[in-house]
């Protein structure tokens, strides 16, 4: 069975929105403990307590209001059936206990997604940056060998030679960076994005110019014959390719940090840098 921190984290990994309300404060005669926690969502109480009774029902109430505002919110409670003095911010509640608490509304709002094509040395560097940035990563590889080691939780078998896409939840607002291990998968991988008629909040593909103009000239001609594409698909000038800034240096962990800050600046809706596809 799950403890309630652990709940916590898998949400996060997830993006499943949430509202963690903590204890905050007590004073006087109170059903519950300092730092005492409860998990709410849009359904209700997940898991956790914060007492129970009539303090935990109208917490809940807030949860759910905080969660649909996305706004945290510190909140004091009245453990009495009496009305608060004047000026006294605290909510009435009805109960007899006689205290009072402070409840912290901390909202669980859904990360940024970065799926990362190829788990090699420009994305395990690339995944040691975005994470402290806040992103939740997701390493996607045919071979076996490279996800060895890797946490499951985010590391997705695709099949042999990218054939075809593993199921990758909400794509349309995921950062996308390809960097396989070869330039025909790189090109595999970037068609089958391009065919599900998804386009990611970014999408970035470790190459050189001249590598950029065989494969963006090579899927032109193919999405154009199919019956499928339309003018909007054929526009292919958004995908970041060569990916990142022009900051310099071409090790894995220089590569990676000019990746990291084209989607970082991306991420904020930051424009005006040069970039490597514009070159």
């Given at each position: 069975?799950?403890?309630?921190?652990?709940?916590?984290?898998e949400r996060r990994r997830d993006g499943?929105?949430?509202?963690?309300?903590?204890?905050?404060?007590?004073?006087?005669?109170?059903?519950?403990?300092?730092?005492?926690?409860?998990?709410?969502?849009?359904?209700?109480?997940?898991?956790?307590?914060?007492?129970?009774?009539?303090?935990?029902?109208?917490?809940?109430?807030?949860?759910?209001?905080?969660?649909?505002?996305?706004?945290?919110?510190?909140?004091?409670?009245?453990?009495?059936?009496?009305?608060?003095?004047?000026?006294?911010?605290?909510?009435?509640?009805?109960?007899?206990?006689?205290?009072?608490?402070?409840?912290?509304?901390?909202?669980?709002?859904?990360?940024?997604?970065?799926?990362?094509?190829?788990?090699?040395?420009?994305?395990?560097?690339?995944?040691?940056?975005?994470?402290?940035?806040?992103?939740?990563?997701?390493?996607?590889?045919?071979?076996?060998?490279?996800?060895?080691?890797?946490?499951?939780?985010?590391?997705?078998?695709?099949?042999?030679?990218?054939?075809?896409?593993?199921?990758?939840?909400?794509?349309?607002?995921?950062?996308?960076?390809?960097?396989?291990?070869?330039?025909?998968?790189?090109?595999?991988?970037?068609?089958?994005?391009?065919?599900?008629?998804?386009?990611?909040?970014?999408?970035?593909?470790?190459?050189?110019?001249?590598?950029?103009?065989?494969?963006?000239?090579?899927?032109?001609?193919?999405?154009?014959?199919?019956?499928?594409?339309?003018?909007?698909?054929?526009?292919?000038?958004?995908?970041?390719?060569?990916?990142?800034?022009?900051?310099?240096?071409?090790?894995?962990?220089?590569?990676?940090?000019?990746?990291?800050?084209?989607?970082?600046?991306?991420?904020?809706?930051?424009?005006?840098?040069?970039?490597?596809?514009?070159?």
């Amino acid at each position: 069975m799950l403890d309630i921190h652990t709940e916590i984290l898998e949400r996060r990994r997830d993006g499943r929105p949430a509202v963690v309300v903590t204890v905050a404060a007590r004073e006087g005669s109170i059903p519950t403990q300092l730092q005492a926690k409860m998990l709410v969502d849009a359904g209700g109480l997940v898991m956790g307590t914060i007492g129970g009774g009539a303090i935990e029902h109208r917490a809940v109430a807030d949860a759910q209001a905080v969660l649909a505002s996305g706004q945290p919110l510190l909140k004091e409670y009245l453990l009495d059936d009496g009305e608060p003095r004047p000026g006294d911010p605290a909510e009435p509640t009805g109960m007899l206990c006689g205290g009072r608490v402070t409840l912290f509304f901390e909202v669980l709002a859904p990360v940024d997604r970065a799926c990362l094509f190829g788990a090699g040395h420009v994305n395990r560097a690339l995944a040691d940056i975005l994470t402290p940035l806040g992103f939740a990563v997701t390493f996607v590889d045919s071979r076996p060998g490279q996800l060895a080691g890797l946490d499951r939780s985010i590391a997705v078998a695709a099949p042999a030679d990218y054939a075809t896409l593993p199921e990758l939840a909400d794509l349309a607002a995921s950062f996308v960076v390809i960097a396989t291990h070869s330039h025909a998968a790189d090109e595999m991988v970037l068609e089958q994005i391009l065919r599900t008629g998804v386009r990611p909040r970014y999408l970035g593909v470790v190459a050189s110019r001249r590598k950029r103009e065989q494969i963006l000239g090579r899927l032109r001609t193919s999405l154009a014959s199919d019956a499928a594409a339309d003018d909007e698909e054929l526009d292919l000038g958004w995908i970041h390719m060569p990916v990142g800034l022009h900051l310099g240096g071409n090790t894995p962990a220089a590569v990676a940090l000019s990746i990291a800050a084209e989607m970082q600046a991306c991420r904020h809706g930051i424009e005006g840098h040069r970039h490597l596809r514009d070159r």
